[in-house]
RNA sequence: UGGGGCGUCGCCAAGCGGUAAGGCACCGGAUUUUGAUUCCGGCAUCCGCAGGUUCGAAUCCUGCCGCCCCAG
């Protein structure tokens, strides 16, 4: 086990805390402190919100560093807007395009916050680089694994599945043995200045929630419409492009049925947006590509537990490795709102062992 | 222009003389570091139109309008 509370192993150590603004870094940062890390506060600028509605919201560098000079602790902002751009935001794009539905999160959390992040956190001499994730880091065996915060409500484990063994062995997550009622309550005991505020939002870099706008303005997304058309092949309506619906997705399609009317698939190329009834959501199996794993790769199959999204509660599936980088993964039960280009994600108990990309 | 059926919220649909169910859609809210899902709340003073019968009609009668089907 990594030391926590004893002091003793954390004499010189020094912690970069990635640094949002927001209520949860802003007391992991405190608690690195009150367990006597040499702290060092870090953020990223990762968008410019140089669009209208996203300039409306509060500077996150400006956030980040008005809580770090409260906390006394010294502050670095990185550039890191076009790594952003190139990694996270443009794949984004093109997920939609290709009728998937992304998860940039992950994304981010692989290549810029445990990635660049990290790397220049390295170079301030930063011997771990801290964040406020709900998760907890723990050791099995020769392999790092990401373990679910006590919080269930608010773990987060699920966002961190890509992470790599040498990214894990510089992770710290103060948070994750606290529930977010502590956090509050320690950001208040401290006077933080953000301690009141609210849950976060949306896709960070698309404030407003208009994901759809985001994707026509900063993607120039072809923006052509289609049919919505019925399992049974008949066409029940018109929309006004296949980027504004997800697989799962019941609200927003204007349709007036029987029954509730749900994404079941998205046929880029014919523009075509497939309904049914709830039971056409049913699917007994999936593959994942692009796999990663905290284990021993695995070679032949075995049973575990996944989560196909986030806040999705795990069920027992069997793995099927098909070579090194993809897998069949087969569900005890059906399972409703399997969708292309989300994050199947693997737990054994509570932790993380593996996850890859839902084709 | 012979016969039969039907017209209730944007869609589907209960009601059959006692003063407009429900589902879908939509809107609002809760939940949520992805997109969703889910949950809670709202949503026809009015039943194709016009008359009539009745204490009282969406429900009965008459006429008109509009659909659909079967016939030649």
Not at 20 to 45: K, P, W
Not at 141 to 149: I, M, R
């Amino acid at each position: 086990m990594r030391p926590f509370l004893s002091v003793e192993g954390l004499v010189g150590k020094t912690v970069a805390i990635a640094m949002s603004g927001g209520v949860d870094s802003s007391v992991a940062a405190a608690l690195l402190l009150e367990q006597g890390y040499h702290v060092i506060g870090v953020t990223m600028r990762l968008w410019s919100g140089c669009s209208g509605a996203a300039s409306s919201n509060p500077d996150v560098v400006a956030q980040a560093g008005h809580v770090a000079a409260q906390l006394n602790i010294p502050f670095h902002a990185f550039e890191l807007r076009e790594d952003f751009r190139h990694r996270v935001v443009d794949p984004f794009c093109r997920e939609y395009l290709a009728g998937r539905t992304p998860n940039p999160c992950v994304v981010c959390n692989k290549y810029l916050k445990f990635g660049r992040l990290l790397e220049l956190a390295g170079r301030l001499g930063a011997d771990y680089l801290a964040t406020g994730h709900y998760a907890a880091i723990t050791r099995s065996g020769a392999y790092w694994q990401v373990q679910k915060a006590v919080d269930r409500n608010k773990d987060q484990s699920y966002f961190l599945f890509a992470l790599n063994q040498q990214q894990l062995e510089k992770c710290l997550f103060p948070l994750g043995r606290l529930t977010k009622q502590a956090v509050r309550a320690i950001a208040a005991k401290q006077n933080l200045v953000v301690a009141e505020k609210s849950e976060s939002q949306d896709i960070c870099f698309i404030p407003d929630g208009d994901y759809a706008g985001f994707l026509q303005t900063q993607c120039r997304i072809d923006a052509a419409g289609g049919d919505i058309v019925h399992v049974s092949g008949r066409v029940l309506g018109r929309h006004p492009g296949a980027y504004h619906y997800t697989v799962g997705q019941r609200k927003g399609l204007g349709i007036g049925w029987t029954e509730p009317l749900y994404v079941v698939a998205i046929d880029a190329p014919k523009r075509q947006v497939i309904v049914g009834e709830r039971q056409w959501l049913d699917r007994r199996d999936l593959t994942v590509a692009g796999c990663s794993w905290n284990i021993p790769t695995p070679m032949q199959a075995f049973a575990c537990n996944c989560r196909i999204r986030y806040r999705h509660t795990e069920v027992p599936v069997m793995v099927e490795p098909l070579g090194s980088d993809r897998a069949e993964v087969t569900f005890a039960d059906p399972q409703q709102g399997v969708t292309p280009g989300q994050a199947a994600v693997f737990y054994q108990q509570d932790r993380v062992i593996g996850g890859g990309w839902i084709e």
